[in-house]
């Protein structure tokens, strides 16, 4: 390379530098620093943790606890105050603003809310509950439906009429089995010489188990 692109090279740089210094003043005109306090309008009290921001950007920040603000905003930008239960507020900064610093209180106006009508009925009196109660007829409720599905003898006759299950059936084969495999090659014992046996069968007649219901 030789020296007459050498210095091509430098005095492109040094222009754009000086483009980009241009530009960066001639921005920096444009910023200001923006600082207030957001109030109530009725009340002139602080709004704490309002949402500030840039209106068309995600530039922005909160009122702290006691209401204050400050960040760097165009003179050109709008500015949206919104916080939850007041009305949100597009605010512009005057055109004669002098300087890179203004301060101002911004004003937020309660917002309203229109509510269906309700009908307030005081609780009835003791009489009252007893004439309705006593004069309703009330619907059968599930415990009652329970109950009445759990009686008794209509239990006794779906338990007469039921057949034996597979593992019912299967549990008799398999005790009958059983039975043979352990009186293998000697007599098995005849049930009714059996003592323990007629006492058992003793014992039920006198509690009446074996009484036909």
């Given at each position: 390379m030789n020296k007459l692109a050498v210095i091509v090279v430098?005095?492109?740089?040094?222009?754009?530098?000086?483009?980009h210094l241009k530009a960066q003043t001639r921005n920096d005109?444009?910023?200001?620093?923006f600082t207030g306090f957001v109030v109530s309008l009725d009340s002139a009290k602080t709004i704490p943790f309002v949402s500030i921001r840039i209106q068309g950007s995600r530039r922005g920040t909160y009122s702290d606890m006691q209401g204050y603000f400050s960040f760097v905003a165009k003179k050109s930008d709008v500015i949206v105050f919104s916080s939850i239960g007041f009305e949100p507020k597009y605010y512009t900064f005057p055109k004669d603003i002098k300087?890179?610093?203004?301060?101002?209180?911004?004003?937020?106006?309660?917002?309203t809310f229109m509510l269906a009508e309700a009908v307030i009925i005081s609780h009835p009196t003791p009489e009252q509950l007893d004439y309705m109660f006593s004069r309703v007829a009330l619907p059968d409720d599930g415990y009652s439906l329970a109950m009445q599905n759990l009686r008794q003898k209509p239990l006794s006759e779906m338990a007469i009429n039921m057949e034996s299950d597979g593992s019912e059936n299967?549990?008799?084969?398999?005790?009958?089995?059983?039975?043979?495999?352990?009186?293998?090659?000697?007599?098995?014992?005849?049930?009714?010489?059996d003592i323990a046996a007629w006492s058992k069968f003793l014992k039920s007649l006198e509690k009446g188990d074996l009484k036909r219901k």
């Open positions: 430098i005095l492109m740089a040094f222009l754009g530098s000086t483009q005109s444009d910023l200001v620093q300087g890179t610093r203004f301060k101002t209180v911004v004003t937020l106006a309660e917002d299967a549990r008799y084969r398999f005790n009958d089995y059983a039975n043979k495999a352990y009186y293998n090659g000697q007599p098995q014992p005849i049930p009714v010489l």
